[in-house]
């Protein structure tokens, strides 16, 4: 029987999606997404928030459409969906770091950010178009200098 382990994450973008060439013609289109937890402290009565973030990259054959770019910009509210996974490494001062990143297999803009040229397509949606090379990710090794 097959399994699915898949994540759904709505939430901002901390900032425009930057591309990396990786090896045989593949492109990375990497970008954090913020995910707030919003609640009412019970002593005090304040509002607080927690924010998660959550490096995604959309995985892409090398010369393939990349009109995502223009909609992956910094305060857009966006809906990913993609696999999960953790990285952990040591950082220069001997402490190991932990992150939390997705892999996305399907993208859709909820909201534009004001960054964002003005265009007829609000909206704009990528699922499972043959340029992604998502399928083949677990061929790729990628270090902490990849974001």
Known sequence: MATVFE???????GKDATVR????GVVAVNFPVAHNKNWRDKRTGESRTKTTWVNCTIWKKEGSNMRILDFLKSGALVEVVGTPYAKAYQ????????EIRLNI???????????TSSSSDDDFNEDDNNDDVYGGIDEFTLNENDF
């Open 105 to 115: 297999a399907r993208t859709n803009i909820l909201r534009s950010s004001k960054n």
């Open 91 to 98: 950082q220069e001062d001997g402490t190991l770091k932990t």
């Open 21 to 24: 060439k990786m090896d045989r």
């Open 7 to 13: 994540t759904r994450l709505i939430g901002n973008l």
